[in-house]
Protein backbone atom coordinates (compact mmCIF):
# COMPACT_ATOMS: atom_id res chain seq x y z
CA UNK A 1 0.00 0.00 0.00
CA UNK A 2 0.80 3.42 -0.76
CA UNK A 3 1.35 6.22 1.37
CA UNK A 4 1.82 9.91 1.53
CA UNK A 5 2.56 11.91 5.07
CA UNK A 6 0.99 15.34 4.22
CA UNK A 7 1.96 18.21 6.67
CA UNK A 8 -0.44 20.26 7.72
CA UNK A 9 0.42 22.85 10.65
CA UNK A 10 2.94 20.98 12.44
CA UNK A 11 1.06 17.63 11.94
CA UNK A 12 1.20 14.82 10.21
CA UNK A 13 -1.25 13.00 8.66
CA UNK A 14 -0.83 10.02 6.26
CA UNK A 15 -3.07 9.45 3.37
CA UNK A 16 -3.79 5.92 1.51
CA UNK A 17 -4.09 6.75 -2.21
CA UNK A 18 -4.43 3.39 -3.14
CA UNK A 19 -7.98 2.93 -3.29
CA UNK A 20 -8.34 5.86 -5.76
CA UNK A 21 -5.37 5.00 -7.98
CA UNK A 22 -6.95 1.53 -8.69
CA UNK A 23 -10.31 2.04 -9.69
CA UNK A 24 -8.64 4.42 -12.29
CA UNK A 25 -8.04 4.03 -15.93
CA UNK A 26 -6.10 6.67 -17.36
CA UNK A 27 -6.46 7.07 -21.46
CA UNK A 28 -2.76 6.44 -22.04
CA UNK A 29 -3.02 3.34 -20.41
CA UNK A 30 -2.49 0.48 -22.35
CA UNK A 31 -5.26 -2.18 -21.99
CA UNK A 32 -4.92 -5.16 -19.53
CA UNK A 33 -6.87 -8.03 -20.02
CA UNK A 34 -6.92 -11.40 -18.01
CA UNK A 35 -6.08 -14.88 -20.45
CA UNK A 36 -8.62 -17.80 -19.18
CA UNK A 37 -7.05 -20.79 -18.72
CA UNK A 38 -7.75 -22.46 -21.96
CA UNK A 39 -6.43 -19.57 -23.78
CA UNK A 40 -3.51 -19.38 -21.31
CA UNK A 41 -2.88 -23.09 -21.87
CA UNK A 42 -2.98 -22.69 -25.61
CA UNK A 43 -0.48 -19.37 -25.40
CA UNK A 44 2.22 -21.56 -23.67
CA UNK A 45 1.90 -24.61 -25.96
CA UNK A 46 2.55 -22.85 -28.73
CA UNK A 47 5.28 -21.07 -27.75
CA UNK A 48 6.58 -24.19 -26.35
CA UNK A 49 7.26 -22.30 -22.84
CA UNK A 50 6.45 -22.02 -19.34
CA UNK A 51 4.64 -19.26 -16.97
CA UNK A 52 8.03 -18.97 -15.44
CA UNK A 53 10.02 -18.10 -18.50
CA UNK A 54 7.52 -14.96 -18.80
CA UNK A 55 8.18 -11.64 -18.26
CA UNK A 56 6.60 -10.56 -14.55
CA UNK A 57 4.47 -8.01 -13.47
CA UNK A 58 4.13 -7.11 -9.61
CA UNK A 59 0.27 -8.23 -8.05
CA UNK A 60 0.15 -4.24 -6.89
CA UNK A 61 0.02 -3.21 -10.72
CA UNK A 62 -2.63 -0.62 -11.04
CA UNK A 63 -3.23 -1.22 -14.69
CA UNK A 64 -4.56 -5.07 -13.41
CA UNK A 65 -7.93 -6.40 -14.49
CA UNK A 66 -10.07 -7.05 -11.10
CA UNK A 67 -9.98 -10.73 -9.97
CA UNK A 68 -6.32 -11.00 -11.59
CA UNK A 69 -3.88 -13.48 -8.64
CA UNK A 70 -0.95 -14.17 -8.61
CA UNK A 71 -0.09 -16.50 -12.09
CA UNK A 72 -2.77 -15.43 -14.11
CA UNK A 73 -1.34 -14.39 -17.85
CA UNK A 74 -2.37 -10.86 -18.78
CA UNK A 75 -2.51 -9.77 -21.98
CA UNK A 76 -1.41 -5.86 -22.94
CA UNK A 77 -2.40 -4.48 -25.73
CA UNK A 78 -0.17 -0.51 -26.54
CA UNK A 79 -0.79 1.24 -29.65
CA UNK A 80 2.13 2.83 -30.73
CA UNK A 81 1.31 4.80 -33.95
CA UNK A 82 -1.03 2.93 -36.20
CA UNK A 83 -0.52 -0.66 -34.71
CA UNK A 84 -1.41 -2.48 -31.85
CA UNK A 85 1.73 -4.31 -30.03
CA UNK A 86 0.53 -7.11 -28.25
CA UNK A 87 2.62 -8.30 -24.96
CA UNK A 88 1.99 -10.92 -22.76
CA UNK A 89 3.39 -10.68 -18.47
CA UNK A 90 2.81 -13.19 -15.87
CA UNK A 91 1.46 -11.77 -12.52
CA UNK A 92 3.93 -12.53 -9.24
Do not use: C, W
Amino acid sequence: MIYFIIVKSQKYYIESIVPFIKNKMHILQPKHTKLNEKDAQEFLDKLNISKSQLPKILVGDAGLPEGSDVGDIIKIERKEGDKINIYFRVIV
